[in-house]
């Protein structure tokens, strides 16, 4: 079959988005391949169709996220297409059976996370696969310039190291040209091909708002719109607040974060994608692998640490191509909060390695021991065990997991899962199991296809509304049928994991070396500054500064923004606008903000233009304003 006809055939295009034919050629003529796709922009099509275009070997995917990784397995299996997955979060039944389907032949794609290609072991059985393609998702992950950089990713050239053959398919969604070039020498680029994407998205209009009281403007922003919405934050406590003022307010809203049970997010996210609920508040959690095209609005209440993730998650408006919103709301306030943040994630090296000795102690792992291991980690009781902020523990983690000593896995796969060890045969012959056992156990396999196969997902609320039983009774059943090895049980577990790639190193050992801790700081310093720069920056079209930042440095002022907007409001004026007119616009709006304003909040409610510069310098050579940290004031 033609690229073409596996299209049609498996995911029922008639043709191919902009650029992924190009990528798709270009792997397929055995060419290292990196593709710039901003958010939305149909990247897995670029991989999954040549992993099928081959007649025989794997297609491995190394991506970052196990959620993501076992949603696009169980989408290639509603295609008919099979593919299986290896992450840290699995039982080594779950392992012995994916390398079985491998060996045999009975999968076309590999999902694994970057940590398992540090395993010896893994890599010694890799090398009998025949593996026609490489593909590197999330590759900016790779690069320490990237704004999630993971060293877990640098194990990628010991499997080109295996696999010499195979070409590379490396995708991000946003890079910056430093970023781009890095990827490339990180992964040994051969003969390469670079095929970017503008990042221009000519139906979004990027709006920075300045607000006295960010909730009002939320609540101000969606009484003026329609459409489902999506509101930012960076606190978990927030979430619930915001989303309990709006629906207080009539607007229908939930909530989602990291710190939420699975079955929760799951039915979350699903009333939001139906568009029962209207507004979804949410962390950073919420967002990768959804799909969700009719989103016209996306807010961000907090600033985000960088313009990678704003554009990223600003990007999830208007997938559709339609005309849709992405609003930053600032106050004079995030600029010390974003400064703050930077000192904050670097807390002292020996705090760091205090935080390591701990972690190694609370989960019972003695020096020399733990390689390849994997723990749960309740990071709530370890914080109060040792009277530590969650928010220091988290930041000494992450810089841990970058040194590659441990590795903090938040969102571990770990809904329940079961797989049937007997035969059907031996059904027959079952005796002495109590009835609810029985009952369960017949629903479950009504319910479920696949259980003789492999381990399938199981949600024992499901389970329990089916046969008019409590969870709780479902939960003792399944734990009496897995003691009398009817069935394999993996119940679901809220808790993080920490995955331990080395043996635990003496405290004294444990070395945070400048790359990771000083030129990192370095790095997110420079980020923090082009975020605060674009949103409290006057002048140019605010999206031509934010192309420039990922190298479109030819991009024309998009005519969208809120500065090009008063641009024209100005430009309308000016003609025929006095300076007196001009100047009882100024003061009558500080009058209405005692609070004080920016030069780009005056510039936004009475225009921007050379007339408002020249009144706010006479109006505070006279004395009738006040200039000081950044903000006008009516003079006292």
Not at 611 to 627: H, K, P, Q
Request: with cysteine.
């Amino acid at each position: 079959m033609t690229i073409q006809q596996i299209l049609k055939k498996f995911w029922g295009y008639d043709s191919f988005r902009s650029l992924q034919e190009d990528i798709i050629q270009s792997v397929l003529d055995g060419h290292d391949t990196l593709g710039l796709m901003p958010t939305g922009g149909g990247k897995s099509i670029t991989f999954q169709v040549p992993g099928m275009f081959y007649e025989s070997g794997v297609t491995v995917v190394v991506t970052p996220l196990i959620s993501l990784m076992k949603d696009q397995v169980d989408n290639l299996a509603a295609r008919n297409i099979r593919a299986v997955c290896f992450h840290s979060g699995m039982s080594q039944r779950e392992t012995r059976a994916n390398w079985e389907k491998l060996v045999n032949g009975r999968a076309r794609f590999l999902y694994i996370a970057p940590e398992r290609l540090g395993n010896e072991r893994f890599m010694l059985e890799l090398r009998n696969l025949e593996v026609r393609l490489i593909v590197v998702d999330e590759a900016h992950c790779i690069s320490q310039w990237g704004y999630d950089f993971r060293p877990s990713y640098l194990n990628i050239n010991a499997l080109r190291r295996v696999k010499p053959d195979a070409p590379v398919l490396a995708l991000t969604a946003t890079a910056t040209p430093q970023v781009a070039e890095d990827i490339k020498r990180q992964l040994g680029f051969r003969d390469g091909r670079t095929f970017r994407k503008s990042f221009v998205r000519d139906n979004i209009s990027y709006i920075v708002r300045p607000a006295d009281t960010k909730i009002a403007e939320t609540l101000h922003i969606l009484d003026s719109t329609s459409g489902s919405s999506i509101v930012y934050v960076r606190s978990r406590k927030r979430c619930r607040e915001i989303s309990d003022y709006l629906n207080s307010a009539g607007i229908p809203s939930t909530f989602y974060h990291a710190g939420l049970d699975y079955s929760v997010k799951e039915e979350r996210q699903n009333i939001w994608q139906r568009s029962e609920v209207r507004v979804m508040v949410a962390t950073n959690a919420f967002g990768m692998g959804i799909d969700k095209p009719d989103v016209r609005l996306v807010i961000h209440f907090d600033m985000p640490p960088s313009l990678e993730e704003y554009y990223q998650e600003a990007g999830r408006a208007g997938r559709d191509g339609l005309e849709s919103f992405a609003v930053l709301l600032t106050t004079r306030s995030d600029v010390a909060t974003m400064r703050r943040r930077v000192t904050e994630a670097f807390p002292d090296r020996k705090i760091i390695r205090k935080t390591y000795e701990r972690v190694c102690n609370f989960l019972h792992v003695s020096i020399g021991e733990g390689y390849d291991s994997v723990r749960q980690f309740d990071i709530i009781k370890f914080c109060r065990t040792f009277d530590i902020q969650e928010r220091q523990c988290r930041y000494s983690l992450k810089l841990l997991s970058q040194a590659n000593y441990l590795h903090f896995l938040e969102n571990p796969d770990s809904r329940s899962r079961v797989r049937m060890e007997c035969t059907r045969e031996e059904l027959y012959y079952l005796h002495d199991i109590s009835e609810n056992a029985e009952k369960v156990l017949n629903k479950m396999l009504r319910l479920y296809t696949g259980l003789f196969m492999d381990y399938v997902y199981i949600r024992e609320v499901e389970i329990a509304t089916s046969i008019k039983e409590s969870e709780h009774t479902v939960y003792d059943a399944l734990l009496e049928l897995s003691r009398r090895k009817i069935i394999s049980y993996i119940p679901f577990s809220d808790l993080p994991m920490i995955y331990f790639p080395t043996a635990r190193e003496e405290t004294d050992c444990i070395l945070i070396g400048k790359t990771i801790y000083e030129e990192r700081r370095q790095t997110l310093s420079e980020r923090t500054e082009a975020m605060i720069e674009y949103a409290f920056t006057n002048g140019s079209c605010g999206v031509r500064r934010m192309l420039a930042y990922f190298g479109e440095t030819e991009s024309a002022d998009c005519r969208k923004c809120d500065i090009c907007r008063a641009r024209r409001s100005a430009a309308g004026r000016t003609g025929n606008e006095s300076p007196e007119k001009r100047m009882s616009l100024v003061l009558d709006y500080l009058k209405a903000t005692p609070s004080g304003a920016t030069l780009r909040m005056i510039e936004h409610h009475c225009g921007e233009s050379r007339i408002t510069a020249e009144v706010l310098t006479f109006l505070c050579n006279e004395g009738y304003l006040s200039f000081e940290n950044e903000l006008y004031q009516i003079a006292r």
